[in-house]
């Protein structure tokens, strides 16, 4: 190689280090920005639940921090309505939503399960809202990651890995060493808080099938699902029942030998956020409609307060802006997993809890004892190592990105003819 070829090739070289340093910060930029967004309206919308259904009986009102509406399923009803409503006016009014179109199977078997998830993870959590401190019921929530790690190896949308696994580990135990202390603990919030983390594990792993659709097999490698596909094409692609496609003959037999790919062998390619949670939301509002309206009979002659006009209209209100929060929260946790993983959303939701948690102190004015900080410290490293192994691996995946599209493969094959004659 001559000098020339040398600078050349060192030109080349800068040039796409250059880009791939480029597109590596726009990601990170893009994956912290909707991350930072998902914990803005997380934490906003934890206080607002603690608060809402916070009642200050044996308060002074000069202490109390709570609203007096210990109904949360009937909030947490009202705020699916009230997103479907919002997004069904976007979507027919305005015409900024396209229309959603899943076949029966995804419905039934994917996105049914998902919205029975979402109305059990929201209610069992408010609900634990009004026998624990918000502070608790963030730290019992931190064994989500745990949780998530195992549901997603079990069903392929990720690789199995030691070192990640000792770092959720490592972050749970520090979360769980600083709810220790934990003096207002109660029997039936902890176990409605943990059916919950369950619950919203296994909605994280369905969420991320529903939005990535086929192309989340390609990330792990594998299929979640026997009758989900295996197919990594963009759009809809043959299911993985179908018979294989018979090589190519070279003399124009393969069209008249191919089957005809028809709508029911088809598999899902997966919806955007919006569209998710406009499917979504009408099935998980339906299912509380009964609950919610069991717990306001049974406890509407309890509460004074409910015979009064004014205090109605207002808490008519705060709902309304808590739906606000709420579906906010939805679209960013859903492009939070869109544009990382489901695990990868947990754990970032460690460290939203360790912000929840001050916020809640500032606000509740909950104690919080040397432990607590033993715990958080130890939580925080996990949540670094982790993040820098997350780095890492997203800088491997832009390079390699950038070598195929640099070298694309050779496209020269050996013409059908002369493998004949050879043979």
Known sequence: ??????????????????????????????????????????????????????????????????????????????????????????????????????????????????????????????????????????????????????????????????????????????????????????????????????????????????????????????????????DNNEGYSMTATDEPEEPSLGNGEEEQTRKPQSAKEKVFKGLSSVQILYLQTPISGMLLVIPSAVSLYLRVGHIDQLSDSGYLAKTLFIIILGGCLAINLDIFNLLAVKYTSAISLTIAGVARTSFIILASWLFFRNEITTMNFVGFAICLVGVVLYNIMKYQKLKREIAQDAYKDNNPPATDQVPTSDVVENA
């Not at 409605?192 to 594990?201: E, I, P, Q, R």
């Open 1 to 230: 190689m001559d000098s020339e070829q040398l600078e050349t090739a060192n030109g080349s070289g800068s040039m796409n280090r250059t880009w791939i340093s480029s597109r590596l910060l726009r990601s990170v930029a893009l994956i912290a920005s909707i991350i930072l967004l998902s914990w803005s309206f997380s934490g906003s919308l934890v206080i607002y639940n603690k608060w809402i259904f916070q009642v200050c009986e044996d308060d002074s009102p000069d202490n109390c921090r709570g609203w007096g509406f210990p109904f949360p399923l009937v909030v947490t009803c009202s705020h699916m309505i009230l997103i479907f409503g919002c997004l069904s006016i976007a979507m027919h009014v305005f015409k900024v939503i396209q229309k959603p179109e899943v076949d029966k199977q995804v419905y039934w078997y994917k996105l049914v399960p998902y919205a029975v998830l979402v109305a059990l993870d929201i209610g069992l959590s408010n609900v634990a809202f009004v026998y624990l401190e918000a502070t608790f019921v963030e730290m019992c929530k931190s064994s989500m990651p745990a949780v998530v790690m195992l549901l997603s190896v079990l069903s392929g949308l990720e690789p199995f890995s030691y070192f990640q696994m000792g770092l959720v580990l490592l972050i749970c135990i520090g979360l769980a060493i600083s709810s220790v202390g934990e003096a207002n603990f109660s029997v039936v919030g902890f176990i409605t808080v943990m059916a919950a983390v369950f619950m919203g594990s296994t909605k994280l792993v369905i969420s991320q099938y529903l939005i990535q659709g086929a192309q989340s097999n390609e990330a792990a490698g594998s299929v979640p699902d026997s009758n989900d596909g295996n």
